[in-house]
T-cell receptor, first 118, second 110 residues
Framework: DTEVTQTPKHLVMGMTNKKSLKCEQH?????MYWYKQKAKKPPELMFV???????INESVPSRFSPECPNSSLLNLHLHALQPEDSALYLC?????????????????FGPGTRLTVT | SQQGEEDPQALSIQEGENATMNCSYK?????LQWYRQNSGRGLVHLIL?????REKHSGRLRVTLDTSKKSSSLLITASRAADTASYFC??????????FGSGTRLLVRP
């Protein structure tokens, strides 16, 4: 199984709502990622989890809260978002080298969640 | 800032023609990767070329890497309508952190 799944596919939420994005993989990958992608732009890294621990936070506002409950699941909790947070949110996973890092490994992406904040 | 810049930003060709996209990057790399993204969907890994390799092939794809010029190119031969997508090069800025180029939007006309 080389698939990364994401739910929901589409999400519309108001600025006072709380919602969560979910990501799942069963490839045994120990690194998982959240990216944000605006239209006609490349994906931008938000968070990286390695062995279920937060490794990288790219100075993301606290209204985005990641969680990695186990090695297969990754969540992104959303609260009090702004309209400019509307974007495609992509989850990815990859293998990890024995000494840490994903230097040599490609990342597998899910189809994304299209988020609209009204 | 982005590690890689790609050109052209957009490319429109006829089915059967070849498509060439170029990527330039700024710092030294361990490897460079190319990804494809169909409209509004997730990215699909196409090919990885290591810094000690100069050329790599995968099916109709040919990637070259020139570390002295900090540049790479992706050639798609005998293009098909299904190749219509955005193509991104990507390099590792540090462990785990993949930075994508600005992307080339390819349109293959039937």
């Amino acid at each position: 199984d080389t698939e990364v799944t994401q739910t929901p596919k589409h999400l519309v939420m108001g600025m006072t709502n709380k919602k969560s994005l979910k990501c799942e993989q069963h490839m045994g990958h120990r690194a998982m990622y959240w990216y944000k992608q605006k239209a006609k732009k490349p994906p931008e890294l938000m968070f990286v989890y390695s062995y279920e621990k937060l490794s990288i936070n790219e100075s993301v506002p606290s209204r985005f809260s990641p969680e990695c409950p186990n090695s297969s699941l990754l969540n992104l909790h959303l609260h009090a978002l702004q309209p400019e947070d509307s974007a495609l949110y992509l989850c990815a996973s990859s293998q990890v080298t024995g000494s840490g890092g994903s230097i040599s490994y490609e990342q597998y992406f899910g189809p994304g969640t299209r988020l609209t904040v009204t | 800032s982005q590690q890689g810049e790609e050109d052209p930003q957009a490319l429109s060709i006829q089915e059967g023609e070849n498509a060439t996209m170029n990527c330039s990057y700024k710092t030294s790399i361990n490897n460079l990767q190319w990804y494809r993204q169909n409209s509004g969907r997730g990215l699909v890994h196409l090919i990885l070329i290591r810094s000690n390799e100069r050329e790599k092939h995968s099916g109709r794809l040919r990637v070259t890497l020139d570390t002295s010029k900090k540049s790479s190119s992706l050639l798609i031969t005998a293009s098909r309508a299904a190749d219509t997508a955005s193509y991104f090069c990507a390099t590792l800025a540090s462990s785990y952190k993949l930075i994508f180029g600005s992307g080339t939007r390819l349109l293959v006309r039937p």
